[in-house]
Protein backbone atom coordinates (compact mmCIF):
# COMPACT_ATOMS: atom_id res chain seq x y z
CA UNK A 1 0.00 0.00 0.00
CA UNK A 2 1.02 3.52 -0.65
CA UNK A 3 1.89 5.46 2.59
CA UNK A 4 -0.37 8.56 3.14
CA UNK A 5 2.01 11.86 3.44
CA UNK A 6 3.17 13.53 6.57
CA UNK A 7 2.68 17.07 7.53
CA UNK A 8 4.74 18.48 10.25
CA UNK A 9 3.81 20.80 12.83
CA UNK A 10 5.57 22.77 15.24
CA UNK A 11 5.56 25.75 17.42
CA UNK A 12 8.21 27.70 18.66
CA UNK A 13 11.53 25.41 18.34
CA UNK A 14 9.19 22.64 17.55
CA UNK A 15 8.73 24.71 14.33
CA UNK A 16 12.45 24.96 13.75
CA UNK A 17 12.44 21.45 13.98
CA UNK A 18 10.00 20.39 11.29
CA UNK A 19 11.70 22.02 9.57
CA UNK A 20 14.81 20.25 9.30
CA UNK A 21 12.93 17.05 10.00
CA UNK A 22 11.26 17.75 6.77
CA UNK A 23 14.66 17.75 4.95
CA UNK A 24 15.78 14.80 6.50
CA UNK A 25 13.26 12.66 5.93
CA UNK A 26 11.01 12.30 2.90
CA UNK A 27 8.06 10.95 4.02
CA UNK A 28 7.48 14.50 5.69
CA UNK A 29 5.54 16.45 2.53
CA UNK A 30 4.75 19.62 4.23
CA UNK A 31 5.49 21.72 7.64
CA UNK A 32 2.65 23.86 9.35
CA UNK A 33 5.00 26.33 11.24
CA UNK A 34 3.54 28.09 14.81
CA UNK A 35 5.61 31.21 15.51
CA UNK A 36 8.60 29.39 14.36
CA UNK A 37 11.94 30.51 16.52
CA UNK A 38 14.38 29.80 13.98
CA UNK A 39 17.59 31.01 15.68
CA UNK A 40 18.15 27.96 16.51
CA UNK A 41 18.67 26.67 12.78
CA UNK A 42 22.10 27.59 11.40
CA UNK A 43 22.71 30.84 9.51
CA UNK A 44 22.54 29.00 6.00
CA UNK A 45 19.68 26.98 6.24
CA UNK A 46 17.76 27.91 3.41
CA UNK A 47 20.48 27.36 1.08
CA UNK A 48 21.30 23.90 1.75
CA UNK A 49 17.48 22.98 1.29
CA UNK A 50 17.59 19.63 -0.68
CA UNK A 51 14.24 19.21 -1.86
CA UNK A 52 10.77 21.99 -1.33
CA UNK A 53 8.87 21.64 1.11
CA UNK A 54 5.09 23.23 1.04
CA UNK A 55 5.03 25.69 3.90
CA UNK A 56 2.49 27.59 6.29
CA UNK A 57 4.05 29.97 8.91
CA UNK A 58 1.75 31.48 11.37
CA UNK A 59 3.07 34.33 13.33
CA UNK A 60 1.35 36.22 16.26
CA UNK A 61 1.88 39.62 16.83
CA UNK A 62 3.60 39.51 20.04
CA UNK A 63 5.98 36.14 19.99
CA UNK A 64 8.91 37.47 17.96
CA UNK A 65 10.67 40.78 19.64
CA UNK A 66 14.30 42.41 18.37
CA UNK A 67 16.32 39.45 19.37
CA UNK A 68 14.33 36.36 18.63
Known amino acids: T ?4 VVMMGHSFGAAT ?11 SAVLAL ?4 LPLYDN ?6 RPID ?7 TFH ?3 N
Not at 18 to 28: C, E, G, H, L, V
Open 2 to 5: KESP
Open 18 to 28: SFIAAQADDRI
Open 35 to 38: DPWM
Open 45 to 50: FSETLQ
Open 55 to 61: TLVINSS
Open 65 to 67: WPS
